[in-house]
């Protein structure tokens, strides 16, 4: 089943018409994702950087001009880039879990340390339910590749202007205990809030 996202409703949909739960929308629900109000700038921002290192990835970067502030975010990514030396397998992908019944759209599956990871990009703050994200993504994205249950893990690359922190659960324990709150969720979701 092919699964795309509707960008003016933020919904994903089958290619039959049907919807599917998105990942922040199970978050948001279980009450898990904290209520800031919704700051479109912000937001816009974090698309412009997005789309810088999406471009620069596909080699395009010399051909897009940005304004000063992402300019130095994108030098913060390629600074990770040279520096970390990941293999991008994929940008801004639609991950399905079938049999959860949920999708999302990742931000880059690489291949660092030898090991498939799933790399969130943020521009902002710390929050918890970012990991509770790339349990999903890693969830779906073992099922869609058929690979083993924890063989693909996950990272968030904090960019800042000129510079990044590239973050990772701190063992196989920690990344375990993310996958089981996030299958709880989605379960706690399936039970008792889509009915």
């Known amino acids: 089943m092919k699964i795309h996202l509707d960008e003016r409703s933020h919904r994903y949909l089958t290619d039959k018409g049907g919807v599917v739960p ?34 620069y990835d596909l080699g395009m970067s010399e051909t897009w001009i940005y304004g000063d502030l992402i300019n130095e975010y994108l030098q913060g990514y390629r600074l990770f880039i040279e520096q970390a030396n990941p293999v991008i397998l994929g940008s801004e992908q639609i991950v399905h879990h079938p049999d959860l019944d949920y999708a999302g759209r990742m931000d880059r599956p690489i291949r660092l340390n030898d090991r498939v990871m799933i790399m969130d990009i943020k521009t902002g703050g710390r929050q918890e339910y970012y990991w509770l994200k790339g349990a999903a993504y890693a969830i779906a994205y073992e099922r869609e590749q058929e690979l083993p249950e924890l063989s693909v893990g996950q990272a968030i690359l904090y960019l800042r202007p000129k510079a990044y922190t590239l973050e990772t659960p701190k063992n196989i324990m920690e990344e375990s205990a993310y996958r089981k709150r996030w299958l709880a969720m989605v379960k706690r979701y399936q039970d008792e809030i889509a009915g």
């Open 22 to 55: 998105g990942i922040g929308q199970i978050i948001k629900a279980c009450g898990a994702m904290p209520d800031f109000g919704f700051d479109e700038g912000s937001a816009d921002f974090g698309r412009a950087v997005h789309r810088a290192t999406e471009f």
